[in-house]
């Protein structure tokens, strides 16, 4: 028993040691799990004010966009303006359509030629939004641009435009003429112009100006056209919007035109009224010109994007468990630990200890005691069977002589009639038997 509450004690003080140490590794586990928790409470409280900061300039952007006369986009998504746009086109009267199909693609476009009008009530903003609709009638739109023709060997002859732009339509029946700044009151998408119907529409029958008169190729200059004589050999090249195309008057000129993979430059000579095209990768050297074709590029582009962003500052956490709601948990703080009475409870084992080996040795002593008293006991009991068993056997033969000196007995000795007892307090009470032949006195156990 004594061993083993040495080991019980040597037990429970390595269980106190090791408590103490998990004490203190929870306490450093409750300073990282309150500081991560401050830290992801930062990362939210950021998030929120980033969150904020994003709907402010977003609200920002919607005044601005207000006062510019346009919508913006958080106003009314694609979704959302595509579907009314849908609506609205099956309610329009016949003949009407709008400028555009309409699809989520060509939402933007739409915004680009819609009137966008803003009123603040009750610091509630109000849009209005105005949409064009056509007529349902389309025309190609042609620049007009004048040349010199060789009239003689000195003189050249000029026609002077009345308009700028002519439109016409399919039927090439149905005119329209633009002034220069006409044209810039049409709203510019991508492959297309939406004017306002504000022009008249001019009919072959009644042909008006001298751009619509030389669009049929008449036999000779109609006399509406206003015509001009120089006498000088002018050299023009006008280059056509968006092509690498150039109208030319010349005479008799020589041109150069490199081009790159080439070994040898191709070389050309002009005369009179032209158009020469040219591959992007070539161009023109004239006698005072240069001829610069557009060229674009297309190629694509993958770059890997690392923000610049010190890792040190970024919490890591390994183990994180991704779906476990970090609300709800709690650090080892609110756990009541019961170990701190293991030092007073170790005290109580060695005093326990000391105990258990005073009751032993005293429990010796008593042994030791209880084992001498029980073996005089015993020595003392044998001692009196043995002088009980000499008694009987005295009482046995004592019987026995007894028996033999009864009366009547047989061959006991003749005795007297009479008999004397004497009874003295000195002496024991005896009975002495006198007979004529007695020759000797027994004394007699009553």
Not at 161 to 168: H, K, R
Request: hydrophobic content about 40%.
């Amino acid at each position: 028993m004594q061993s083993q509450t040495t080991i019980i004690r040597n037990t429970v003080n390595d269980i106190n040691e090791t408590m103490q140490s998990v004490m203190k590794q929870a306490e450093v586990v409750d300073d990282l799990i309150t500081h991560e928790r401050i830290t992801e409470m930062q990362s939210n409280l950021i998030l929120t004010i980033n969150l904020l900061s994003i709907e402010v300039e977003n609200l920002v952007d919607i005044v601005n966009y207000a006062t510019l006369g346009h919508i913006h986009s958080s106003i009314m998504s694609p979704k959302t303006i595509t579907q009314q746009m849908s609506d609205i086109k099956s309610k329009l009267p016949p003949n009407s359509e709008f400028p555009l199909e309409i699809t989520t693609n060509s939402i933007s476009d739409f915004f680009k030629i819609a009137t966008v009008t803003v009123i603040s009530v009750d610091d509630t903003l109000i849009f209005s939004i105005e949409i064009p609709v056509t007529n349902g009638m389309r025309f190609m739109i042609y620049e007009v641009i004048p040349l010199p023709m060789q009239l003689t060997q000195d003189q050249v002859i000029v026609i002077e435009a009345e308009s700028a732009y002519l439109a016409v339509d399919k039927t090439q029946k149905n005119f329209i003429s633009f002034g220069e700044h006409q044209l810039t009151e049409c709203i510019v998408l991508k492959n297309a112009f939406v004017c306002p119907n504000e022009h008249p529409i001019d009919v072959n029958d009644q042909l008006q100006n001298c751009e619509q008169s030389l669009f049929n190729s008449p036999p000779s200059i109609p006399n509406n056209c206003n015509k001009k004589i120089l006498f000088s050999k002018p050299t023009v090249w006008h280059r056509l919007a968006g092509e690498n195309t150039w109208l030319f008057v010349v005479q008799n000129e020589a041109i150069t035109i490199p081009c790159e993979n080439d070994i040898q430059p191709i070389r050309v000579t002009l005369n009179n009224i032209g158009k020469i095209s040219i591959n992007p990768k070539c161009k023109i050297y004239t006698k005072n010109t240069i001829l610069i074709p557009t060229r674009k590029f297309k190629s694509k582009v993958f770059i890997d994007f690392f923000p610049n962003i010190p890792l040190n500052i970024i919490p890591i956490n390994f183990n994180n468990t991704g779906g476990v709601d970090r609300r709800h948990i709690s650090t080892n703080k609110g756990i009541q630990y019961n170990f701190k009475n293991l030092a007073r409870d170790a005290g109580d084992l060695k005093s326990l200890q000391e105990q258990i080996t005073a009751e032993l040795n005293n429990n010796n002593n008593q042994q030791r005691h209880t084992y001498t008293t029980t073996t005089v006991t015993i020595i003392v009991i044998i001692i009196i069977l043995i002088i009980l068993v000499i008694l009987y056997v005295l009482y046995r033969k004592l019987s026995t002589l007894k028996n033999k000196w009864k009366p009547g007995g047989t061959g006991s000795p003749n005795v007297l009639s009479s008999t004397a007892c004497t009874n003295t307090e000195a002496e024991p009470i005896a009975c002495i038997k006198t007979g004529a032949r007695a020759k000797s006195l027994l004394p007699e156990i009553i």
